[in-house]
């Protein structure tokens, strides 16, 4: 079997092993969801209106938070530094990392979300254009968050710090994904909200994995 | 090696840097000021009043340059980080380790008075205006480089650590800016452009003159403080202590 | 600007105007400050650390 496709199994399983943690995301998303209601108002025509600022700013959260200790136990245990000084390519397995991590913990997240819609009374015809913003916008987001865990990864405590360094770079994915689901919701053309959201997909998972590995690298030297 | 290339040798060799960049923030700091009390003059008693905004346009004298100067300031953090992170040259981490602190600054200038501006012309002082929401991520880039930078007990891993920050939030910005830009004709239409229009001869020339004063003052103080990083980045060289004088 | 009182007024703007340069001015002067303090206590840190240095070797 191909040794790439081995290590995203190895991935997948390690974090399935792990699920209680990697299950936790999805709790703090339907949690922080279901308190919006509580906090405003359960008036339909309100909860309509901030359903995909809700839905989106909650999968953000979600996404940065559980990434915040991707690279932690690598880290810790040294398998970070096998990865570094090994010849194959750093930036291909923290792709897959990346993308492994994702499986696990932010694909839920979006098989979840047709649930929340119903508690926020959102038009049900602009589900789709929400999940496939939510596809979108959650890899792109997962590859963020793996910079932020990478740039703090020798550090102990760093949720906050994560989340200070990230949330401004996100808002471009923020604002695009939110009103693709806002448009579709008003009966207007989506499309162009998602175009732009992926082209910032396409760029960040074309981009940021030099990135990580350049951040995992300055763990290392002295 | 020709003169010139020599010159930046030296330069980027870190106790040469230290007394060669006195004598220059010295003279930055002179032309900083006559630059900036001449802006001010020439902003707040010489030119006319605008015949729409009266005298309220005069706060654009202090708000166009601390916006222009909170993205200049970021370009050349982003690209000391680069020369950093390429050449991992000390000296290029201390210079954006250095412009961080100024840079919020100027962009914290930028935001008070562009809401004070904000109140006059749109009647509350907050608005969700495409350049000064802009300028707000901006504010928390900035907050966000300054934390990384300071967050390891390893300032060498903080440097390189900010530094990666840097260069991605450099190709953010523009993202951001025309996200934010997307996001407001959604909004308000393009109702809010009361900011540009032409603008006068008699009315520009102090607000350059005012540009040019921040940029030499930005000058000044980011030799000063990159003099105090390089040391701290230094301390265990000998040219240190004869320095410090220990 | 055509007179004193205008000047200090700024027509009915002067409630903004004054504040927003007060500010700037407010913060430029910090800044100067901050990079005062800042070379004060790189100084002070670097001599500790020679001290230190100086004291491993004796």
Redesign the interface.
Known sequence: MNPWIQFFRSEVGLSWRERRRALLPLVFFVIVASLFPLAMSPRPLILKLIAPGVIWVDVMLATFLGLESLFRQDYEEGVLEQWILSPSSLELRVFLKVISFWTVTSLPLIVMSPILILWLSFPVRALGILLVGLFLGTVTLSFLGA?GAA??V??RQSGM?VA??L???A??IL??GA?SALLAADKQNPRPALY?LAT?FFLTVG??PK?IS??LK??Y?? | MTQFSLFFHRLASPPHFYELSKPWGRAFSWIALVLILVGLFGGLWLAPRDFQQGNGFRIMYVHVPSAWMSLFVFMVMAASAFVGLVWRMRLAYAVAAASAPLGAAFTAVALVTGSLWGKPMWGTYWVWDARLTSELILFFLYLGFITLNRSFEDQQTGDRAAAILALVGAVDIPIVHYSVDWWQTLHQGSSFKGLTSEIAPSMLWPLLVMMTGFMFYYGWLVLWRTRSEILLRESDREWTKRVVGS | MTSLHEFLTMGRFGVFVWPAFGFGLLVMLFNIYLAHWREKSAFREVREVHRTSEENRS
């Open positions: 910079l740039l703090t020798s550090l710090l200070i360094l949330l401004p770079l808002t471009p604002i695009f009103h732009l910032l981009l940021v990135a350049t951040a300055v763990s030297e002295v």
